[in-house]
């Protein structure tokens, strides 16, 4: 079973990998065994039963549900329909914490306000976790008719990925084998007037999206509701964000939004990635 580590900063700066002793005396197995438990879900195993984690971990079966059974209760695993289980609440709260200290909302906030006064419509900044995206930030509009697609969103927010702008974006950009099996465990519910409830079609989306590089949304999450999308990279040419902004089809048609606003929100979407270190061919040249 694989062992937690923590890290110890050296007198030159570096930070090294300091892997405890299971001698000590401080040291909790049951606490190892608890987070060698939650990492055994990652993107490409969204969704593991008792007997997948118990033989990846080399633990009887029985251990492994009293653990489970227990992080469950605490709300850091999810049990489905199918009696298979997925990370929970409690490690996406975790995860928001790590991602406020890697800098992307302190690196993304001035871009995002500055399109939001720029453009007056909202704009957002979303991360894809399994199935869903998650609300890193968010510039909301003062227009009117603005609370007609508010939708009660805020950071921290969830939304389906298949139905959302910066959802199909961030899809798009995944390795093939991750999104086909993310895709195959969605259930696709018709939302809005155009949502996508083929997977096949939806697939064919994604293709579109990663020839263009850039998402939109017409009415598939909300009637009235449209949205641009654009991928944030970082320095590793990883697309780890996606930033959009919406409107209400009172206030721009999509056309207008993807001609009109396109270039600013991509604009925008470029800084930020530069920010994150991210750099063109060309730039590393």
């Given at each position: 079973m694989p062992r937690t580590s923590s890290h110890t900063e050296r007198p030159n700066g570096e930070w090294t990998r300091v892997v405890p002793s299971l001698r000590e005396p401080r040291y909790s197995q049951s606490l190892?065994?608890?987070?060698?438990?939650?990492?055994?879900?990652?993107?490409e195993r969204p969704v593991l039963g008792i007997a997948d984690i118990a033989?990846?971990?080399?633990m009887s079966r029985s251990?492994?549900?009293?653990?489970?059974?227990?992080?469950?209760?605490?709300g850091y695993l999810e049990q489905g329909a199918s009696r298979k289980y997925r990370l929970g609440l409690r490690v996406t709260d975790l995860g928001m914490s790590?991602?406020?200290?890697?800098?992307?909302r302190e690196h993304s906030r001035p871009y995002l306000e500055e399109l939001r006064q720029r453009t007056t419509?909202?704009?957002?900044?979303?991360?894809?976790d399994g199935p869903e995206i998650l609300?890193?930030?968010?510039?909301?509009?003062?227009?009117?008719?603005?609370?007609?697609?508010?939708?009660?969103?805020?950071?921290?927010?969830r939304l389906p990925a298949?139905?959302?702008?910066?959802?199909?974006?961030?899809l798009a950009y995944l390795p093939e084998g991750e999104q086909k099996d993310l895709i195959g465990d969605m259930k696709l519910a018709k939302r809005a007037p155009n949502s996508i409830t083929s997977k096949k079609a939806l697939r064919s989306e994604l293709e579109h999206v990663r020839e263009e590089g850039f998402a939109v949304n017409d009415e598939e999450l909300a009637a009235g509701l449209h949205s641009i999308s654009a991928p944030v990279r970082a320095e590793s040419n990883e697309v780890v964000a996606a930033v959009n902004m919406a409107a209400h089809a009172s206030m721009i048609s999509l056309e207008e939004l993807v001609d009109h606003l396109g270039p600013h929100l991509v604009s925008t979407a470029d800084?930020?990635?530069a920010r994150l270190g991210y750099r063109r061919d060309d730039e590393r040249e």
């Open positions: 190892e065994r608890g987070l060698a438990i939650l990492a055994c879900f990652t993107p033989d990846e971990l080399g251990t492994t549900h009293r653990y489970v059974i227990t992080l469950v209760a605490l790590a991602l406020n200290s890697t800098g992307l419509y909202t704009v957002n900044l979303a991360v894809l609300y890193v930030d968010r510039a909301r509009s003062y227009r009117r008719g603005q609370n007609q697609i508010d939708l009660g969103l805020r950071l921290g927010s298949y139905c959302t702008s910066m959802g199909k974006l961030l800084r930020i990635s």
